[in-house]
């Protein structure tokens, strides 16, 4: 059965320093990647996404994800992180046209 | 571009009580989801629509949980009867087909079963 995992549940950075947030999944065949952001009392928005081609993809404000498909993994990273970046980030695969979510990583920067 | 309507936004109910949500996606879009959200865990995939036929409900608990989509486009989510275990965020979102494109998500309904 498809299914995601994210390593960490709960990351604490200060402004500034740099950010690697890990998704791994299973899957056998083509898959679809995303990151997307719930920023607090906000809906689900698309942060980046992968579908072919270059395996390093670029998203909104600074964010991008490299996709290795010999490991799986489809990790989120930013340079520097600012306050404005606190919120929860979920890896979602879509695997055969169906959506499936990891269970989110909540990044929390401090001032 | 209108984004994925839902309502209500919240509502309350007594374990035991039926309860209905509304899902309004965007123009075009044939793929419709629900997802369930409990507290501190991710979007789980209820069930998954491609214009008015079922796609996936595997995780879908049919004893309890109902949804339809009749004419391709509106859709309703409905709990008879609701448990505690309910209590959730209840996601829908919408994309214009099953693959290769992102997936756009409404505000959600906030259900607390007491």
């Known amino acids: 059965a498809q299914s995601v995992s994210q390593h960490n549940h709960h990351v604490i950075l200060s402004e500034a320093a740099s950010l690697e947030l890990g998704c791994n999944y299973s899957y056998g065949g083509t898959v679809n990647l995303f990151w997307y952001v719930q920023y607090p009392g906000q809906h689900l928005q698309l942060l980046l996404k992968?579908?072919?081609?270059?395996?390093l993809v670029k998203g909104i404000k600074g964010f991008e994800a490299e996709f290795i498909k010999s490991k799986f993994s489809f990790n989120l990273r930013k340079p520097s992180v600012q306050w404005s970046d606190t919120a929860e980030y979920f890896c979602a695969v879509n695997g055969g046209g169906k959506l499936i979510f990891g269970q989110g990583t909540e990044l929390s920067v401090k001032p | 571009e209108a984004g994925v309507a839902q309502s209500p936004r919240y509502k309350i109910i007594e374990k035991r009580q039926s309860v209905a949500f509304w899902c309004n996606p965007i123009s075009g879009h044939a793929t419709l989801y629900w997802y369930q959200q409990i507290l501190g865990q991710g979007p789980k995939l209820l069930i998954q629509f491609q214009n008015n036929g079922v796609v996936d409900d595997s995780q879908l608990p049919k004893d309890r949980f109902s949804a339809e989509r009749l004419k391709g486009v509106d859709s309703t989510l409905k709990i008879q009867p609701a448990k505690l275990e309910d209590s959730a965020v209840y996601l829908c979102a919408s994309s214009l087909r099953t693959e290769n494109t992102e997936a756009f998500f409404g505000q959600g309904t906030r259900l607390t079963v007491v």
């Open positions: 992968y579908f072919s081609g270059d395996p």
